[in-house]
């Protein structure tokens, strides 16, 4: 059985997916895990999109200039859309969902990344879409592939897919143990 340090050990952003499609199973065992997550007041702010469908899957991969790469092999993301309106805290909310998802994944073998697009520009070259001109940011182009409506804020979205890829774990003798402290902030801090 496994730890769940040793789970966050494994688990490291995997950017190189096969083409082995990912089963429905799997898809709603990680969206079973992000429904149990916490958020503010039990507020439940968060909407999960699941995008299986190839040209989203790439069209997604263009909305920013770094960062989205990702989605030219993914099998499956899942889009992490808030009510923005429900909590003053939506974004930890939706991270901790997020979060949720990224380690389910790991722990059924599948590779996953997480892509930011809430506040952030889309790819210089302008991506097209049918039902806009040019979008402006890449939460415009993941809003217009999946039809989310403007009262929702997309936070991210998670690539999904058997890895092609391997990295290695963490170290636990190389983690930041200096970025611990105890009872007060420190800057020559001694664990």
């Known amino acids: ?24 199973e799997k898809i709603d065992y990680l969206l079973r895990c992000a429904l ?3 958020s503010s007041k039990r507020t439940n702010p968060w909407e999960f999109i699941v995008v299986r469908e190839e040209a989203k899957l790439r069209a997604m991969s263009g909305c920013r200039t770094y960062g989205s790469q990702m989605f030219d092999t993914a099998m499956a993301g899942i ?16 991270a901790i969902a997020a979060e ?14 997480w892509c930011q697009v809430y506040n952030r520009p889309a790819a ?41 890829e391997e990295r290695k774990n963490y170290d636990l ?10 009872e007060t902030y420190c800057s020559n801090n001694n664990r």
């Open 79 to 94: 889009v992490v859309a808030l009510d923005t309106s429900l909590s003053d805290t939506w974004m930890a909310d939706g």
């Open 100 to 113: 949720h998802i990224l380690l389910a994944a790991e722990e059924q073998g599948l590779g996953a990344c």
């Open 173 to 182: 003798d190389k983690l930041k143990y200096d970025k611990i402290h105890n």
């Open 124 to 164: 210089p070259d302008g991506i097209q879409t049918a039902g806009a001109d040019r979008v402006q940011t890449a939460e415009d182009l993941v809003k217009e592939l999946c039809g989310i409506p403007d009262d929702l804020t997309v936070l991210c979205v998670i690539s999904l897919g058997y890895k092609d």
């Open 1 to 24: 059985m496994t730890t769940f340090e040793q789970l966050c050990q494994h688990r490291r952003s995997i950017r190189k997916y096969t083409n082995q499609p990912v089963e429905q």
């Open 36 to 38: 149990m997550a916490p």
